[in-house]
């Protein structure tokens, strides 16, 4: 079974700052699929940025990007020039390639705080 | 896209009652999820459907929990005989059939007093 881990319960970054969230997945699958999902608190969960295992380029959203690294199963996310919209709890998700349900494990998540 | 609905947004009940959740999900999505999340924690997968056939069941909780999809549209998740560690947001998502992102409806917060 996959497992995902977020090692950072909560993080804090000043407004315009950049702020790193990291994730690590453990599979012995090769292909899959990642993911980072935005919940706002009392929202509703909002797909940040997704990543294909076979593609090597990391994937980008305007202000959100990945640093994937395949060998080490990492797969952090980037936030630049942060606004106090970006507060929220951040879910890193995994999904096989192979399993016809396309079910997503998700890590504990990342409190983020942006200071004004 | 009018996005995923789910009803009622809170339930509060008393142990041992029975409760329905109902989720609409995006119309021309034939995959349908639900999901768990306790406080704190990320969401946990309980079960899903293509259509009206649910092809995936073996995570839900216990036999207290049951969910249908009749027509292919709207699903409902029923707890029967509600417990305190039933206390959650119970998520549904919805997709297209294949790799494509799964879009999340508002939750429903079930407290169990």
């Known amino acids: 079974a996959q497992t995902v881990t977020q090692s950072q319960p909560e993080m804090s970054v000043q407004e315009a700052e950049t702020v790193t969230l990291s994730c690590t997945y453990d599979t012995s699958e090769s292909d899959y699929y990642l993911f980072w999902y935005k919940q706002p608190p009392s929202r509703q969960m909002i797909l940040v940025i997704r990543?294909?295992?076979?593609?090597?380029q990391n994937a980008t959203e305007n202000r959100f990007s990945v640093n994937f690294q395949k060998a080490a199963k990492s797969f952090s996310l980037k936030i630049s020039d942060s606004q106090l919209g970006d507060a929220a709890m951040y879910f890193c998700?995994?999904?096989?390639?192979?399993?016809?349900?396309?079910?997503?494990?998700f890590g504990g998540g990342t409190r983020l705080m942006v200071k004004p | 896209d009018t996005g995923v609905s789910q009803d009622p947004r809170h339930k509060i009940t008393k142990r041992g009652q029975n409760v329905t959740f109902r989720c609409d999900p995006i119309?021309?999505?034939?995959?349908l999820y639900w999901y768990r999340q306790t406080l704190g924690q990320g969401p946990e997968f309980l079960t899903y459907?293509?259509?009206?056939?649910?092809?995936?069941k073996s995570r839900l909780l216990s036999d207290r929990f049951s969910a249908e999809r009749p027509k292919g549209s709207f699903s409902t998740l029923e707890i029967q005989r509600t417990e305190q560690g039933d206390s959650a947001m119970y998520l549904c998502?919805?997709?297209?059939?294949?790799?494509?992102?799964?879009?999340f409806g508002d939750g429903t917060r079930l407290s169990i007093l």
């Open positions: 119309s021309e999505h034939n995959r």
């Open positions: 459907f293509q259509n009206e056939a649910q092809l995936e």
């Open positions: 998502a919805s997709s297209m059939e294949g790799p494509r992102a799964q879009h």
């Open positions: 990543q294909e295992a076979y593609k090597q």
């Open positions: 998700a995994y999904r096989s390639a192979y399993n016809a349900g396309n079910m997503l494990t």
